[in-house]
């Protein structure tokens, strides 16, 4: 028999838990038992509706079928003769609703059915969970797209670390996490809000602590001249947990843009690398001359010579031989960075 109390339990935490209607719930679970019963009852024509009033713990099975002289399908249409002496009530044509639900519940079937009506609710009951949650956390960020939000880890849940955002659990997906971050409860940190669309079909917010534009707008929380234009980021590269480079320009002539990006005692560059993890930070000043500035995104190596092949994106850079490891740095990082905001290809060999 069905436990309507057990039921109503579960529809009213859910229902409270996860700000979704009861009324929602309900209609999940009827439209199971409709299809418990197309699978058991092998009627996958029928014409059904199910009611179920957990309060009056009742549910009612009606099975709709219509009224015809011969019958040829016996899941949708019945005969006068079957109608007996309630034939003379109907006309032809007319839909004659039949009360199905003791037939169910004492039929030998009846095990398997419920089992299937409650596996098909729990899975649409699991998807509608999803669903909240996810509309939930884009009505938080819809209007924060871009920016980036302090938050304090929760928990850590195998491969998700929850963050606690006044009082929401917010997720962040192990693809958009940092390994050398510290995810400790009550550890505070930034998430930049890298996607917040919908539309009639789905849904999707992306938070992550691996964009170069979360570098950029910690900077901008540090460096106040960022807001007001005075210095520009012009370029940025980034391999989270590794290095990041960037390239800094001034619209004034007398104010230094590195100078301003790492100020006095390196305290504005070094709080943005605590905010990151103790990730490596390379500010390099901004030039027109091609040339120079593929040089100083290689700093802190010293660089011979560079040739300029404009035509093919290529850069040929030659080095002392005891500069190159610097120029070159773990797994050619430096590399990668460098050619990353330059916008050439470059080849480093030794003089």
């Not at 002496?85 to 039929?107: C, L, Q, R, Y």
């Not at 001034?250 to 005692?265: A, G, L």
């Not at 560059?269 to 990151?276: C, R, T």
């Not at 390099?284 to 001359?289: A, G, N, V």
């Amino acid at each position: 028999m069905i436990d309507f109390k057990k039921i109503k339990e579960a529809v009213d935490f859910i229902s409270k838990e996860k700000k979704i209607p009861k009324e929602e719930l309900i209609e999940v679970i009827e439209s199971a038992i409709k299809t418990a019963y197309r699978k058991d009852f092998l009627n996958k024509d029928a014409n059904l509706s199910v009611k179920l009033d957990l309060d009056k713990k009742e549910i009612e099975i009606i099975v709709e079928k219509e009224v015809v002289k011969e019958v040829k399908n016996p899941y949708t249409q019945i005969s006068f003769d079957d109608l007996g002496e309630d034939a003379e009530n109907f006309e032809e044509g007319d839909i004659v609703e039949i009360d199905e639900t003791e037939n169910i519940m004492n039929s030998k079937f009846w095990e398997s059915f419920w089992r299937i009506a409650s596996w098909a609710a729990r899975q649409v009951i699991i998807q509608k969970i999803s669903d909240a949650e996810k509309n939930k956390i884009y009505n938080i960020f819809k209007d924060k797209k871009w920016e980036i939000i302090p938050m304090k880890v929760d928990m850590v849940e195998w491969w998700k670390v929850i963050f606690d955002y006044n009082w929401d659990k917010i997720p962040l997906p192990k693809q958009e996490q940092v390994s050398r971050d510290n995810y400790t409860p009550w550890a505070r940190k930034y998430l930049y809000v890298k996607e917040a669309s919908k539309d009639d079909e789905w849904v999707k917010v992306v938070l992550t602590r691996k964009a170069p534009e979360l570098v950029v707008k910690i900077f901008e929380s540090y460096v106040p001249e960022l807001l007001d234009w005075t210095i520009e980021i012009v370029k940025i590269a980034r391999i989270a947990w590794v290095k990041t480079k960037l390239v800094v320009i001034s619209n004034y002539e007398e104010i230094d843009p590195v100078w301003t990006m790492i100020w006095q005692k390196w305290i504005r560059v070094k709080s943005v690398m605590d905010e990151i993890g103790g990730e490596r930070i390379d500010v390099i000043p901004y030039s027109e001359d091609e040339a120079v500035l593929v040089k100083n995104s290689l700093s802190p190596a010293e660089i011979v010579s560079v040739e300029i092949d404009d035509e093919n994106k290529k850069a040929f850079v030659v080095t002392k031989p005891w500069e190159k490891s610097k120029a070159v740095w773990k797994n050619w990082v430096n590399i990668k960075l460098a050619s990353e905001i330059t916008w050439y290809n470059i080849d480093i060999k030794e003089d």
